[in-house]
């Protein structure tokens, strides 16, 4: 098993531009989700969802889309990158034991 | 480098010590509580859980105990090694399918 798998690991944005952060996992797990971690602030939840089709807010969902249209997959949409977004984001799956995946650290300028 | 233990709690210990993190957790609600190990440059990793129910929880080499008579977590690492060196946070849910709320972290330098 892969686990949690993320794409890209690093990505630069300009300001207004739009990307998608890609979160796959292949446990089987209806539980997923996506965090911010910014230096001294811990994670932050930005998403979640508890299953395909079912999608809910975290903590600090504004600036953020998520959709979920398959168990496996649970992408993170920026719309229009602000410099506030420049951040190392990590997608979850899992229930209770929640699975980590690497990172993606976007910066936006 | 790393920039996720800017400005975070540091405990300093050497090679073989035990070495104890705390936590102070929000919600007396909370159902559930996780120790996570987060290396440089790594997504978290589960370490140790422990639900409301019980005090104390032992694995391999560390143990967690929770007073929830002051919300307070802590996480004990035994004979803690140069590996052990990571930033670790304390996480708090509730019961079922519920989101996390994470602690701010500690970061551990353990030297030889």
């Known amino acids: 098993n892969a686990g949690v798998t993320q794409t890209p690991k690093f990505q630069v944005l300009k300001t207004g531009q739009s990307m998608t952060l890609q979160c796959a996992q292949d446990?089987?797990?209806?539980?997923m989700s996506w965090y911010r971690q910014d230096p001294g602030m811990g994670l932050r939840l930005i998403h979640y969802?508890?299953?395909?089709?079912?999608?809910d807010q975290g903590e600090v969902p504004n600036g953020y889309n998520v959709s979920r249209s398959t168990t496996e997959d649970f992408p993170l949409r920026l719309l229009s990158a602000a410099p506030s977004q420049t951040s190392v984001y990590f997608c979850?799956?899992?229930?209770?034991?929640?699975?980590f995946g690497p990172g993606t650290r976007l910066t936006v300028t | 480098g790393e920039s996720v233990g800017l400005h975070l709690p540091t405990l300093s210990v050497q090679e073989g010590d035990n070495s104890i993190i705390n936590c102070a957790y929000s919600?007396?609600?909370?159902?559930?509580f996780i120790w996570y190990k987060q290396e440089s440059g790594k997504g978290p990793q589960f370490i140790i859980d422990?639900?409301?129910?019980?005090d104390k929880r032992q694995g391999q080499r560390v143990t967690v105990l929770l007073n929830k008579t002051v919300k307070h977590l802590s996480l004990q690492i035994a004979a803690t090694q140069p590996g052990d060196s990571a930033v670790y946070f304390c996480?708090?849910?509730?019961?079922?399918?519920?989101?996390?709320?994470f602690g701010k972290g500690t970061m551990l330098l353990v030297s030889p």
């Open positions: 422990i639900r409301s129910n019980m």
């Open positions: 996480a708090e849910g509730g019961s079922g399918y519920s989101t996390l709320t």
């Open positions: 919600n007396s609600a909370s159902d559930y």
């Open positions: 446990m089987n797990h209806e539980y």
């Open positions: 969802s508890v299953g395909a089709g079912i999608t």
């Open positions: 979850a799956s899992g229930g209770y034991e929640q699975y």
